[in-house]
Every structure is written in C-alpha cells, then in structure tokens.
C-alpha cells in the first residue's frame, strides 16, 4: 500500500465454538458463534450468527453494534453479511 492508499472497506468474519451447557446458551450441544465486522471509510458494523437450537443451521444475523454513520444502512449490511457468509460452504 503506498502512502496515498487507505483501506476504505474491510471484513473480518470469525467463528468460536462454545462446548455444550456453556452459561452463553445453555443447551446440550456445541453451538458455534460467527462475528462479523464489517468496517467501512472508518466506521464500524458489528454483527452475529449461531446455530443456536438447531445444529448445523445458521439463524439470521444479528446486529450487534453499528456506527451512527452506516445507520442507515443497515439492511444492506445485513445483506452483504449473508453474501459473505455464503462464501463459507
């Protein structure tokens, strides 16, 4: 990158797996939390997915933290967070 070059959007999509009976869901099985922060001309949207209560299926992502400059937004964020997850099989 040269000196007149910045980052204007990154994605960064992590996975946890959180053991069966963890006090964050409780149930019998292992259930996996995706986080994924998409970040844009320096603000920031947070988001979440699990396969909570049914495993192997991913529920809809979950905002969990967007910055006041991408509010309106949202839902594109929320699409684009799908196409990315997409991108995982």
């Given at each position: 990158m040269t000196a007149t070059e910045r980052p204007v959007l990154e994605a960064?999509?992590?996975?946890?797996?959180?053991?069966?009976?963890?006090?964050?869901?409780g149930t019998p099985d292992p259930m996996l939390l995706r986080t994924l922060r998409l970040r844009i001309a320096g603000a920031e949207a947070r988001f979440e997915q699990t396969d909570y209560g049914?495993?192997?299926?991913?529920?809809?992502?979950?905002?969990?933290?967007i910055d006041g400059s991408l509010q309106a937004r949202a839902a594109e964020l929320q699409r684009a967070c799908d196409a990315l997850s997409r991108l995982l099989l």
């Amino acid at each position: 990158m040269t000196a007149t070059e910045r980052p204007v959007l990154e994605a960064t999509l992590t996975e946890r797996l959180l053991p069966a009976h963890d006090p964050a869901h409780g149930t019998p099985d292992p259930m996996l939390l995706r986080t994924l922060r998409l970040r844009i001309a320096g603000a920031e949207a947070r988001f979440e997915q699990t396969d909570y209560g049914h495993p192997g299926r991913f529920n809809a992502w979950v905002p969990r933290g967007i910055d006041g400059s991408l509010q309106a937004r949202a839902a594109e964020l929320q699409r684009a967070c799908d196409a990315l997850s997409r991108l995982l099989l």
